[in-house]
């Protein structure tokens, strides 16, 4: 089982389960209660919506505990003098690695917490944590062709540009190096 939470240092990145997409879908007066996190008026983002949270839903309940870590992951921004803790974005998998050790990862950040660098620190994060699995050789990402804040969060991130998708979606990857074990 891979590690459900990482820190950066604005963020802390949280493993979705099933009792927060189940109130996030279902009990939305309870999902900022139990995440104790305060929620952005425009929640949740574009990558994030409803038919994600659901099939995301459905992975984990079919997946059992091998499955968590593998989806949804929800971005919290640290507390501080300015703002609370505040649940500012979602990435994560789309599922396992494949027999080759590859993962695709997704994310989004709310409107109102864009350009501030969370964006880059999420997915930071994400690679971090693939890497820390041992499983995964490489990530792939296909954000829109528009978005191109989301391509540079990418390239900050050390992925490049490898080819189009058949829907015109550029394509990015990422190679992880294997994390040494401790002797």
């Known amino acids: 089982m891979i590690p459900l939470i990482t820190q950066t240092p604005h963020l ?37 919506d409803r038919p994600a949270q659901e099939q995301f839903l459905e992975e984990l309940t079919a997946g059992g505990r091998d499955a968590a870590g593998w989806y949804a992951w929800y971005a919290l921004r640290k507390a501080d003098d300015t703002a609370p803790r505040t649940l500012v974005g979602a990435g994560g998998f789309l599922g396992r690695p494949d027999a080759d050790g590859t993962a695709e990862i997704t994310y989004s950040i709310a409107a109102d917490w864009r350009g501030q660098g969370l964006g880059t620190e999420l997915v930071a994060g994400l690679v971090q944590q693939a ?41 990015f990857e990422r190679a992880i190096e294997p994390v040494a074990k401790a002797a």
């Open 131 to 171: 890497a820390d699995t041992g499983l995964v050789r490489q990530l792939i990402a296909h954000p829109p062709a528009d978005n191109a804040a989301a391509q540079q969060v990418l390239l900050r991130n050390g992925f490049v540009v490898a080819v189009s998708s058949a829907d015109g979606r550029p394509r």
């Open 12 to 48: 802390q990145i949280l493993a979705a389960s099933r009792a927060l997409l189940t109130a996030e879908l279902h009990k939305p007066q309870y999902f900022p209660v139990l995440l104790g996190a305060a929620l952005p008026a425009d929640w949740p983002p574009a990558q994030h």
